[in-house]
């Protein structure tokens, strides 16, 4: 009933969020063909079985906003999508909170670089350091210009990669919130933010001190929006800050 209502109308946006749709009900959106160009499947137990139903749908839409959040597609599922996601115009693509582990980035920096994604939302997943570094080898070969990486277990190690990888590339917004990112990783962002095309940045929730608060404060001046809420910022680090705020 569904892909027959997506073949009989007109309907450019499609918001089908927090239902029970389930793998199953993926297999009826496989030889749907419509002229949707926002779909937004969230919390839908879909899983790697339904992403391959779906797939089959993406590959010959003209969707270009794609939100499959909290639907336990897992590594599997990513490397389904992978394959056919080059084929589509999608240009916002959000897969939080998807059970993805650093085996699944590999195949998705793979043809990451033949997409023409601007914004993606990786969050609440399990990418690590490991999937980190591996995404940011191929920032720079990529259309993206907001990544969201929030609450990943980053670390200092995978936000030193990254602030490399942020260098060369189309980023202006970047979001690392609740990530384990200390002194180091924020020291070593800092030192990247005016070599790069980075506006605004997330970095709430952190473990970030004094250090590191007073490095990113001293690039401040390049930012339009800068997030450090919830770390462990002493005196120090906040009268630098307020200080920037003033200039």
Known sequence: ALSKALLSNNLLKLDIGDNCIG??????FSSAS????????????IQTQGVLYLS?????SLIQSFKANQNSIGDGGIEILASVLPKTPIKNLYLSNNLISHKAIKPLTK???????????????QIGNQGTKILA???KLTTIEHLILENNDIGDEGASVLALGIRSSRLNCLNLGSNHIGDKGAIAIASNIKESNILSIFLHY?????????????????????????NLIGNCGEAMLSRQRKT
Do not use: W
């Open 23 to 28: 793998k199953e009900g993926m297999k009826h």
């Open 34 to 45: 419509s002229k949707l160009t926002t779909i937004n499947l969230t919390n839908n137990n």
């Open 56 to 60: 089959q749908f993406i590959a010959n």
């Open 111 to 125: 043809n990451l670089p033949l997409m023409s994604i601007l914004k993606l939302d990786l969050s609440y997943n």
């Open 137 to 139: 080898s191929v920032l």
């Open 206 to 230: 952190n473990l970030i001190r004094d250090d590191g608060a007073i490095a990113i404060a001293k690039v401040a001046y390049k930012l339009e929006f800068l997030n450090l809420t919830l």
